[in-house]
Nanobody, 124 residues
Framework: QVQLVESGGGLVQAGGSLRLSCAAS????????MGWFRQAPGKEREFVTA????????YPADSLKGRFTISRDNVNNMVYLQMNSLKPEDTAVYYC?????????????????WGQGTQVTVSS
């Protein structure tokens, strides 16, 4: 089992950057694919990006390529989301998630463990 705790959210001006962190518990962290999702008010949960167990391969959403980057530290059980050139439409609650399955990486249903989320607000 994995417990996930996100941090690093906050208020930022458009064009700015934020780095979100996700701390994972458990000794088998490096067996999980990790992902970031986001959910804006009144909208469905949206895939942001994901990374394989080794950290070698990432799978960003096409619309966010070049601005958002995922990374992981398997020694310290951490996952990061670097967000650059932020826009007001990036405002949402951002969730870290872990998957032990080989399912479709962009689907929320593939991920069985979720953090509580961290709010990101981008002002114009």
């Amino acid at each position: 089992q994995v417990q996930l705790v996100e941090s690093g959210g906050g208020l930022v001006q458009a064009g700015g950057s934020l780095r979100l962190s996700c701390a994972a518990s458990g000794r088998t962290f490096n067996r999980y694919r990790m992902g970031w999702f986001r959910q804006a008010p009144g909208k469905e949960r949206e895939f942001v990006t994901a990374i394989d167990w080794s950290g070698r391969y990432s799978y960003p959403a096409d619309s966010l390529k070049g601005r958002f980057t995922i990374s992981r530290d398997n020694v310290n059980n951490m996952v990061y989301l670097q967000m650059n050139s932020l826009k007001p439409e990036d405002t949402a609650v951002y969730y870290c998630a872990a998957s032990s399955s080989g399912g479709y990486i962009r689907a929320p249903s593939t991920f069985e463990y979720w953090g509580q989320g961290t709010q990101v607000t981008v002002s114009s």
